[in-house]
């Protein structure tokens, strides 16, 4: 299936810095990608859909100004959490779609914010 | 809006064995799209199988098979000859068609967690 390189995997950072997340299709293009929040042991909720060449459309209750997404080109999107706090702290997961209407998805990103 | 429901929050079931895992949804469209994802420990989404709601037929994929019951709006899973690496968590997921204009996310279950017994 369709790669989904999503990096890092594993983050670590003091309150107020930022932090940039990556998500790459590596063996297509994606014009929409998507950015899910996991808490543990629950459901993947979707923050953002990223759109290549546009604004993202972000979900309700997610603060655009706090998670600024980017999506340049057709194969890299990204999210960048902007002075993180503990309650930023989760597990991030980027998808993207392809053919098929199936969605690939990244391995996720652990943030913890100290 | 899609709701999709998982009313199992645990299921274990003992190797080589067979399992089924139960999904509902909401919706009001006629064409959709269904899946169901697996989330192990490394916490990587992986596609077990999916369903297009036009197709009667249910979709097999080896080991995996579902039940889709479209009338009753019944997605399950079923697994069979269970082994160790098939515990995981499983999502169940809804997607809308791109005909209808809405955002081409997935609306996820809140999940069951499979566990295998030796």
């Known amino acids: 299936g369709a790669v989904v390189s999503q990096h890092p995997s594993r983050v670590i950072c003091k309150s107020g810095t930022s932090v940039k997340i990556e998500c790459r299709s590596l063996?297509?293009?994606?014009?929409?990608m998507f950015w899910y929040r996991q808490f543990p042991k629950q459901s993947l909720m979707l923050m953002a859909t990223s759109n290549e060449g546009s604004k993202a459309t972000y979900e309700q209750g997610v603060e655009k100004d706090k998670f600024l997404i980017n999506h340049a080109s057709l194969t890299l999107s990204t999210l960048t959490v902007t002075s993180a706090h503990p309650e930023d702290s989760s597990f991030y997961i980027c998808s993207a779609r392809v053919l098929q209407n199936i969605q690939y998805f990244g391995a996720g990103t652990r943030l913890s914010v100290l | 809006a899609q709701t999709v429901t998982q009313s199992q929050p645990e299921m274990s079931v003992q190797e080589a064995e067979t399992v089924t895992l139960s999904c509902t949804y909401d919706?009001?469209?006629?064409?959709?799209?269904l899946f169901w994802y697996k989330q192990p420990p490394s916490r990587q989404m992986i596609l077990v199988i999916r369903q297009e709601a036009y197709k009667q037929q249910n979709a097999t994929e080896n080991r995996f098979s579902v039940n889709f019951q479209k009338a009753a709006k019944s997605f399950s899973l079923k697994i069979s000859d269970s082994q160790l690496g098939d515990a995981a968590m499983y999502f169940c997921?809804?997607?809308?068609?791109?005909?209808?204009?809405?955002?081409?996310?997935?609306?996820f279950g809140s999940g069951t967690q499979l566990t295998v017994l030796p």
């Open positions: 997921a809804y997607r809308s068609p791109i005909s209808s204009g809405s955002a081409r996310q997935l609306t």
């Open positions: 919706t009001s469209e006629s064409d959709y799209y």
């Open positions: 063996d297509f293009q994606a014009t929409t």
